[in-house]
């Protein structure tokens, strides 16, 4: 059985920091990508950050400077650094485990999620 789980979350005030970790088991880690996504109330998924299998980083615009993303293979571990976090980042944090096989079909897992709340 594939699991991600994720934790990590909770309140903190503008300006403060969390570390939203997901650990997977079931699955191959390192040929996966990992990625984080989040959806704030009354509004779609939105992308946050990947950490690929062949080490490659991307993030969205408005968090590249101020999120991190790694990932520790041997723990099966993906961590999301937050640092300054404002308001607008609130919402639940789900990370995914994305796989392509040699016919490009994708194999996709996700966690349960984990909520976000910045405010004062």
């Known amino acids: 059985e594939v699991q991600l789980v994720e934790s990590g979350g909770g309140l903190v005030q503008p300006g403060g920091s969390l570390k939203l970790s997901c650990v997977a088991s079931?699955?191959?880690?390192?040929?996966?990508?990992l990625s984080w996504v989040r959806q704030a109330p009354g509004k779609g998924p939105e992308w946050v950050s990947t950490?690929?299998?062949?080490?490659?980083?991307a993030y969205l615009e408005a968090v590249r400077d101020r999120f991190s993303i790694s990932r520790a293979n041997a723990k099966n571990t993906v961590t999301l650094q937050m640092n300054n976090l404002k308001n607008e980042d609130t919402a639940a944090y789900y990370c995914?485990?994305?796989?392509?096989?040699?016919?490009?079909?994708?194999?996709?897992?996700w966690g349960q999620g984990t909520q976000v709340t910045v405010s004062s």
């Open positions: 950490f690929g299998s062949r080490g490659e980083t």
């Open positions: 079931g699955i191959d880690f390192g040929a996966y990508d």
């Open positions: 995914y485990a994305d796989q392509r096989d040699r016919d490009a079909r994708l194999t996709r897992f």
